[in-house]
C-alpha cells in the first residue's frame, strides 16, 4: 500500500472534519476552480488531493540553505538554534491541493510518467538512515495526507479482488506523507507534490498485503510531533511514529470495476454483499446515483454528465461526486507495497495539457484547419451537384472524441533525477 484511495469530499467539508478533530485550518483550498483538488472515490497516482502540513515556506521548517542534489544527506549540516525551540503556540496549519507522487526539489525537468510512480510512496525503513533522496523531506516536509479509506487487492491464484480499508469509527484518515515543491528551469510556476509513507501491516490486514500506510491519529500528540516544524531535524522519536495503526479497521470487498482508473462511483466504498441489506446504505445509492456511473468514461459519457451537480450523503455529510476526464490505461501489477492496478499514459500520445497546445506555430494551425475542412466535394465528388443531402460520415471533418483522445496521456521527457 497505497496505490489507490478514496476521498470524494469537498474541502470545506475536510475542512471541517479536520476542525472538529482539533486540526486548526488557517487556509485551504477553494471547493472548485483550476486549483481545486480531485474528489473521487477512486483517487489515482497523479490526481490532486489534500495534504495538511504546518503553514511553513517552500523550503519547509528551519533555515534556508542551499540546494543540494540526490543523495546526499541534507541541505546543509543540522544546526542547533533558537528556532528549533520556538513556541509551538505561533504553528499554523493549512491544507493545499498537491499532485500524488513526489519530485523533489531539485529535478530541473519535468520528468516521465513512470518515474513518478516510484515516488507515491515512501518506505519507513527507508528513513532510517540520514541518507537518499527523502533526507530532506523528512527533516523539514513533513505532512498528513487526508482520505476516507484506501483499496487493496487480494490475490486468489490469478484473480484479484479489491477490498476496501476504513476506520471503523468512520472518521478521516490521516496519513503520515511528505511533500516537497519544485520549479523546473526555465520555469517560474512552482509543482507541489506528495508522496504517503508505508510501514508493516497490522494483524487486520496480513491477509491482503505485508505492507499498509501509516495512519496517525486524528488530533492526537503524535500527529501534532510530525507536523511540528520546529523539529527540523530526524530523531529516533519521529522514526517511532512511523508504525502499523493500533486501531480497529472495517475490511470488506468491493466492486471491481474500481481497478479501472477513471471509474468513479460512491458504490465503490459499499461492500458488494451488502445490495440486499435494506438497512444499508447501498441502497440508498442504488436509487440516487445514475446506474452506469461506475463505467468507464470512454464508453459512458453520458453517465458521467448524469454525475455532474449530484449530490450524495455519507454519514451525513452531502458529497459532490465529479466526472473523471480520464482516458489511462490500467495495467495488472504485484508490487511490494501495493497490488494496485496501475494506470499507465498510452504511447505516443502527446502530454494532455492545453497549455502545451498553446506552443504550436499559429502558421501549423491554419495548415491543419486547412485539411480539416477541405471540402468533401474533392475527395468524393457527388454524382448529383444539386443534392441538398450530404452524408455526415463522409464530410472528412475530424471527429472531436478522436482529437480530445489524441491530446491527451503523457509525454516522455526526461529521465526523473536529470540535473
Not at 109 to 116: Q, V
Not at 196 to 217: A, G, Y
Not at 297 to 303: I, R, V
Not at 342 to 357: D, M, S, T
Amino acid at each position: 500500500m497505497c496505490g489507490r484511495y478514496a476521498l470524494a469530499l469537498r474541502p470545506s467539508q475536510v475542512r471541517a472534519y479536520l476542525e472538529n478533530e482539533h486540526m486548526p485550518v488557517y487556509d485551504a483550498p477553494n471547493d472548485e476552480g483550476d486549483h481545486a483538488p480531485r474528489q473521487s472515490y477512486n483517487f489515482a497516482p497523479g490526481y490532486h488531493g489534500i495534504v495538511y502540513r504546518a503553514d511553513t515556506p517552500d523550503w519547509g521548517a528551519g533555515r534556508r540553505h542551499h540546494k543540494k542534489g540526490e543523495g546526499e544527506s541534507d541541505e546543509q549540516p543540522a544546526v542547533d538554534t533558537e528556532e528549533e525551540t520556538s513556541e509551538t503556540h505561533d504553528v499554523r496549519y493549512r491544507m493545499q491541493s498537491m499532485k500524488w507522487g513526489l519530485i523533489p526539489f531539485w529535478t530541473k525537468r519535468n520528468p516521465d510518467y513512470g518515474s513518478m510512480m516510484k515516488t507515491i510512496n515512501c518506505r519507513d525503513d527507508s528513513l532510517i538512515e540520514n541518507k537518499g533522496m527523502w533526507t530532506t523531506m523528512k527533516q523539514k516536509k513533513r505532512c498528513i495526507v487526508v482520505a476516507q479509506g484506501f483499496y487493496e487487492w487480494l490475490k486468489k491464484g490469478k484473480d484479484k479482488i479489491p477490498h476496501f480499508v476504513k476506520r471503523k469509527d468512520g472518521k478521516l484518515m490521516c496519513f503520515a506523507g511528505l511533500w516537497d515543491c519544485v520549479q523546473y528551469e526555465g520555469s517560474n510556476e512552482k509543482h507541489y507534490t506528495y508522496t504517503i509513507i508505508t510501514t508493516d501491516s497490522n494483524k487486520q490486514l496480513k491477509f491482503l498485503h505485508d505492507r499498509m500506510p501509516v495512519i496517525l491519529e486524528n488530533g492526537s500528540e503524535e500527529l501534532r510531533t510530525w507536523l511540528d516544524p520546529n523539529r527540523s531535524t530526524w530523531s529516533k522519536e519521529l522514526q517511532s511514529l512511523l508504525k502499523p495503526f493500533q486501531g480497529e479497521l472495517e475490511v470488506y470487498p468491493v466492486s471491481k470495476d474500481v481497478g479501472k482508473v477513471g471509474n468513479n462511483s460512491p458504490n465503490f466504498i459499499i461492500p458488494v454483499a451488502s445490495s440486499e441489506n435494506k438497512s444499508n446504505i447501498a441502497n440508498f445509492f442504488a436509487k440516487g446515483a445514475s446506474k452506469d456511473a461506475s463505467k468507464p468514461d470512454n464508453k459512458a459519457k453520458s453517465s458521467q454528465d448524469d454525475l455532474k451537480g449530484t449530490s450524495l450523503k455519507i454519514d451525513g455529510q452531502e458529497t459532490l461526486i465529479k466526472a473523471e476526464n480520464e482516458d489511462r490505461e490500467t495495467v495488472d501489477h504485484n508490487g511490494s507495497e501495493d497490488n494496485a492496478p496501475l494506470p499507465v499514459p498510452k504511447e505516443g500520445a502527446k502530454h494532455g495539457v492545453k497549455r502545451e497546445l498553446e506552443d504550436v506555430p499559429d502558421e501549423e494551425l491554419a495548415k491543419k484547419a486547412a485539411k480539416t475542412s477541405a471540402s468533401p466535394s474533392k475527395a468524393s465528388p457527388p454524382p448529383k451537384p444539386a443534392r441538398k443531402t450530404r452524408s455526415a460520415t463522409s464530410n472528412n471533418t475530424a471527429s472531436p472524441s478522436k482529437s480530445t483522445t489524441k491530446a491527451k496521456g503523457s509525454q516522455k521527457i526526461t529521465k526523473f533525477f536529470g540535473k
